[in-house]
């Protein structure tokens, strides 16, 4: 069953990963073992990672956190099966209700309103484009976003691809709680459902610490 992972880079990122040493993750890897578990006879084509480049100055680590993404991202790319899709984070000033009980419409204060823009809407479309097109007989979203939910009802309703979803959820065999609850509205729209990765089946899918690329290697960072 031909198949391609979908995968929301920071919301694997923030709800399963940074809190833990492997944030070195062979995407390829992980997906594989776990994709051929819930449905076997499986064969996983591709894997299209959706991200931005986050900004040092709103890093608690600063440059360093830009610069062990950057180096992920680089060893990523040698991996012909892994496509990267970037988009951006913008940073505006807004307006927002004070947190007082009860909430007073009248009582605001400024904060900087931090916003990942353009990767869930090509994570969407993308894969709503190679279902339709027939590129897969199976696609597997890897995220904890309800948002996702219209692009999985409409593959359903548009094409016979099946889909799975891989809530990036830490639970069963020692994985981390990241505090969040499974998405209930994905699971509806979805063929199977993993609701977690554990944190052995992320540490048997690392990266070698040295990534060769075309010029230096790829090293991963001191603090990962």
């Given at each position: 069953m031909r198949t391609i992972a979908y995968v929301d880079g920071h919301n694997l990122y923030f709800n399963c990963l940074k809190k833990t040493q492997y944030k070195w993750l062979d995407l390829e890897a992980l997906l594989t073992t776990m994709i051929a578990g819930a449905a076997p006879g499986s064969e996983l084509l591709r894997v299209k990672y959706f991200t931005s480049p986050i900004k040092g100055s709103l890093s608690r680590r600063g440059q360093a956190s830009t610069n062990a993404q950057a180096e992920y991202i680089r060893a990523l790319r040698e991996n012909p099966r892994i496509a990267i899709t970037e988009g951006r984070f913008s940073v505006e000033s807004a307006q927002a209700l004070r947190h007082v009980t009860p909430p007073n419409i009248g009582d605001r204060v400024k904060i900087w309103r931090i916003e990942e823009k353009e990767t869930d809407v090509s994570l969407a479309v993308t894969m709503y484009r190679d279902a339709r097109a027939a590129l897969v007989d199976q696609v597997v979203l890897v995220s904890n976003d309800s948002d996702m939910v219209p692009a999985l009802r409409t593959i359903?309703?548009?094409t016979d691809v099946r889909v799975g979803v891989i809530l990036p959820l830490g639970g069963p065999l020692g994985g981390t709680k990241s505090g969040r609850?499974?998405?209930a509205t994905l699971a509806a729209h979805a063929?199977?459902?993993r609701?977690?990765?554990s944190?052995?089946?992320l540490a048997a899918a690392q990266l070698p610490s040295r990534v060769q690329?075309?010029?230096r290697p790829a090293c991963r960072p001191s603090h990962w």
């Open positions: 359903r309703d548009d609850r499974p998405s063929d199977w459902v609701e977690s990765i944190q052995e089946e690329t075309a010029r």
